[in-house]
């Protein structure tokens, strides 16, 4: 039997802040934060200077040297956003965490690329030097979930999502099956990424990245014709999810439902995105939940503002929903946050449902006329009245995303 799975907690740490107030006030503002890196800008080779960064996290007092000794910064951002959603979820130091049945899923593109330094001294310089105890840990695609579990004495499945851009959602996903399904009653999911200039650099290299330097507020501009790639950021993002009848039963605040969830694999090229699969897996994620495309009243695009993604997306777009349903992408405030994108967005996009209100597509002017012909937010933040939203996101290697979250 197939188990419903509530929304009870939400945490999440981006440039704007750390609260949702914070958030739908910068959201309102209609302005990003990309800024110029001056970092970057020592970097010889590097085309783009752009990037997003959360300036306003600290590291809270109470997070002790023994405790994240550990981590680099990606675990401390994941764990400080899985800190708030299980404040709000009334689950912070409880004995559910340790009760054998509450999980964690998360992941991140990689880890820490600043920690792979320590093991660039081996081969470069010949030398251990630079190596310590904590390299590796801080260092392993799954840092941010043992990381996380073990602060905060989670026993249950480990669940490691390290599938670059779907990292977040796919964490959230595979998290929602294990509720579902009956494998846990309780889990912690999310994504988290930390700002590296090796990201920015990946993705010059492809010629994706962004080199408005001198106009950052310009840039990124998902699905416009002047676009010139994406904008490398950070940011984590986490849910507790519980199995509904098991929240009811202890009182929770149940904050919004998952009821669908889709993912699968291009298998065509490792960076170029599959628009056929693309839809397959928006289709599958409709019928997961047993819902037809006119039910969902929202759509949070990936929309990363590079020329193949964006086409790519916005046409299996068209293809599934026509141009009824509004669309529009977080990352047009925040640039791209890899790992963590997936997560910050499905929050977002659950926050926003409750509000009754969507943010625009910023520096969308002129909609490409390769694009799928949308129902692309621009101008301002757009009232919608709606039960149901759709969050997706599409990473290399052809791994796609869907997931639709329901209004409590």
Known sequence: MERRVAIVGTGF????????????????????TVHVNADFKKVSGLKTALCTSCDKFVIPEHYTRKKIRSMSRVSLLATRSCELALIEAGLLNDAALSCGRFGVAFGSSFGSIEATSDFASVLNNHTTEDLNSNSYIKMMPHTTVVNVALFFGINGRIIPCSTACTSGSMSIGSAYECIKFGLEDYML???AEELSVCDAGVFDTLYATSIKN?????????FDKDRDGLVIGEGAGAVVLEEYEHALARDAKILGEIVGYNTNNDATHITSP???????????????????ADAIGYISAHGTATSKGDVAESRATYRVF???TPISSLKSYFGHTLGACGAI?????LNMMKEGAFHPNLNLNNVDEECGDLN????????????????????FGGVNTSLILKRV
Not at 376 to 395: K, L
Request: aromatic share 8%.
């Open 322 to 324: 026509k141009h009824n």
């Open 214 to 222: 001198d106009t950052p507020l310009l840039t990124p501009a998902p």
């Open 189 to 191: 999911a999310g994504g």
């Open 13 to 32: 740490v981006t440039p704007f802040g750390e609260t949702w107030d914070e958030n739908y006030k910068g959201l309102k503002k209609l302005k990003n």
């Open 345 to 349: 967005e499905a929050i977002f996009a």
């Open 274 to 292: 599959n628009e056929n699969t693309i839809r397959i897996c928006m289709e599958g994620c409709l019928g997961s939940a047993h819902l037809s």
């Open 376 to 395: 692309y937010i621009t101008g301002a933040m757009q009232p919608i009245d709606c039960e149901y939203v759709m969050s997706n996101n599409f990473a």
